[in-house]
């Protein structure tokens, strides 16, 4: 059985790589519609908006990873 810490971790993953999903969809959806040259700010707005979303998933991953060292899972 799991840890409150270890399922607290796993939650917000899964909340952050949900997010990453459906960023990744607008900007799809964006690009599909070939957006005009002045809007080219948007679609980098949308990307780092989605690496911030990866890099969430992939802290708090590592968090878990160590804590299995300190902690019963």
């Not at 270890?6 to 999903?21: P, R, S, V, Y």
């Not at 070939?34 to 948007?42: F, I, M, N």
């Amino acid at each position: 059985m799991i840890d409150q810490f270890t399922f607290d971790k796993a939650e917000e993953i899964a909340e952050a790589l949900h997010e990453q999903g459906a960023l990744a969809d607008v900007l799809v959806s964006i690009l599909g519609n070939r957006l005009p040259q002045e809007d080219e700010r948007l679609v980098h707005g949308l990307l780092h908006a989605q690496l911030h979303c990866r890099n969430r998933a992939v802290a708090a991953a590592t968090c878990i990873a160590k804590s299995g060292a300190s902690h019963d899972l």
